[in-house]
């Protein structure tokens, strides 16, 4: 008898991979995500889609993965009764307001007095912003 390996996947994936995957003989236990837990696997899925664009490794695979990260960007936003003219209204309003990233502007760290109001943006994400002694 073949013995059987079954491999844990727990993620969202697109909707047409689950008949490929069973084409090419795998079993597939697959099942509909309910609001919440898919606003949540989305959020999930964009992260690990940003993580695999990082890590490309030419040109063409970036591209790829740059088509994933929107695919789920865009999806994520429907999720929340965005549409993709509210993005790109919300993304040119930044940009309108804080500028883009043309200039390559890099900041390697901010200083102000104790007390200063702009400190508290920083102080609540010491994981983000951790105190540089330098």
Same mark, same amino acid.
């Given at each position: 008898?073949?013995?059987?390996?079954?491999?844990?996947?727990?993620?969202?994936?697109? %909707?047409?991979?689950?008949?490929?995957? *069973? /084409?090419?003989?795998?079993?597939?236990? $697959? *099942?509909? @995500?309910? %609001?919440?837990? =898919? *606003?949540?696997?989305?959020?999930?899925?964009?992260?690990?889609?940003?993580?695999?664009?990082?890590?490309?490794? $030419?040109?063409?695979?970036?591209?790829?993965?740059?088509? %994933?990260?929107?695919?789920?960007? @865009?999806? @994520?936003?429907?999720?929340?009764? +965005?549409?993709?003219? $509210?993005?790109?209204?919300?993304? @040119?309003?930044?940009?309108?307001?804080?500028?883009?990233?043309?200039?390559?502007? +890099? /900041?390697?760290?901010?200083?102000?007095?104790?007390?200063?109001?702009?400190? %508290?943006? =920083?102080?609540? *994400?010491?994981?983000? =912003?951790?105190? $540089?002694?330098?």
């Amino acid at each position: 008898m073949t013995k059987v390996l079954r491999f844990k996947v727990e993620k969202l994936i697109r %909707d047409g991979l689950p008949q490929i995957m *069973r /084409n090419q003989g795998l079993a597939v236990f $697959d *099942r509909r @995500l309910e %609001d919440e837990p =898919y *606003r949540a696997a989305l959020k999930s899925k964009l992260l690990e889609e940003a993580r695999e664009a990082v890590g490309s490794a $030419d040109p063409e695979e970036l591209l790829g993965e740059l088509a %994933d990260v929107s695919e789920v960007l @865009l999806a @994520l936003g429907a999720a929340h009764g +965005f549409t993709a003219a $509210d993005i790109e209204a919300a993304r @040119l309003a930044k940009r309108e307001a804080r500028g883009g990233f043309d200039e390559r502007v +890099f /900041n390697a760290a901010v200083s102000a007095p104790e007390g200063a109001p702009a400190l %508290d943006y =920083y102080l609540a *994400r010491p994981e983000q =912003y951790p105190p $540089d002694e330098t």
